[in-house]
């Protein structure tokens, strides 16, 4: 099923190179980008970027981990001009460090507050106003890695599995509603977040090309949109195989944490 094309779109984590991409992607004459991020000179940048382009642009400074602010800014700002489509793109990543000291408490909290709290929160406080209108199309971005657990970032393969999970649910429970949910689950993509995770880095497609395949898959409304495909394939197998099997292939390939 193909949808009508957006055009109001908030994307968040907008300053960093998958969110940019996405930003200039969309960015066309009457589409209205909202660009949520706390970094407010990439933001800006992008925006005169996106409006080059023809695009009528909202830099959003927000910081989502803050519950409240952002359950305010979606009941009494965004609800007067509610987005088409929404691609909750914000997000982080760590692993055990140097010398495999482990993940840090701190760290760990960091990073569940941002990809899991803050996801959820956004997408319970929009559920409602989407409903109210009748239609409405959310991008949760996941990862590959939600398909099995790196021993190298456990914390945030467990965070993406929550996402996918959740994902899944919502667009089951909210089919009814006019309401699409899309998991995005990218491999590798060129960007500060892949060169600091340790590990080989296979496959790896440049921000341009994901956000491309992102937004096709968007437009057909596919449930599970999963990229490259020997990536994709090899993380399913990681998936389905014995945890035996898995742990030595990993291991064989330098994840074994």
């Known amino acids: 099923m193909s949808l009508p094309p957006p055009q109001t779109i908030l994307i968040t984590g907008a300053s960093g190179e998958l969110g940019q991409a996405l930003a200039l992607y969309y960015a066309a004459p009457d589409i209205h980008l909202l660009l949520q991020g706390r970094q407010q000179d990439k ?12 695009a009528k642009v909202t830099v959003v400074i927000l910081e989502l981990t803050d519950i409240a602010a952002l359950q305010h800014w979606v009941n009494h700002s965004l609800s007067l001009n509610i ?85 899944e649910a919502m667009r089951g429970w909210l089919a009814e509603d006019g309401i699409q949910i899309n998991v995005v689950m990218p491999g590798y993509i ?3 977040m892949a060169a600091a995770m340790p590990g080989p880095k296979p496959f790896m497609i440049s921000a341009d090309t994901a956000a491309q395949r992102i ?42 944490g």
């Not at 914000?90 to 055990?96: F, L, R, S, W, Y």
């Not at 993380?235 to 291991?251: F, G």
Request: aromatic letters at 10%; glycine letters at 8%; one cysteine or more.
């Open 83 to 167: 987005p088409d489509l929404v691609i909750a793109n914000a997000g982080m990543n760590i692993n055990h460090g140097t010398a495999q000291r482990g993940e840090q408490w701190a760290e760990i909290d960091a990073l569940l507050d941002v990809n899991i709290k803050a996801t959820f929160a956004l997408v319970n406080a929009l559920v409602p106003l989407f409903r109210a209108r009748g239609q409405g199309q959310l991008a949760l971005i996941s990862s590959l890695a939600a398909y099995y657990g790196l021993p190298v970032t456990p914390s945030y393969c467990a965070s993406k599995a929550a996402i996918k999970v959740y994902g």
């Open 190 to 192: 060129d960007s500060s």
């Open 43 to 54: 933001l800006e940048d992008l925006a005169t970027r996106c409006r080059l382009r023809e």
């Open 215 to 256: 937004a096709q898959g968007l437009a057909k409304n596919h449930a599970r949109i999963t990229f490259p495909f020997p990536l994709t394939l090899g993380t399913w197998w990681l998936m389905v195989l014995p945890a035996s099997w898995s742990q030595l292939i990993l291991k064989t390939l330098h994840y074994g």
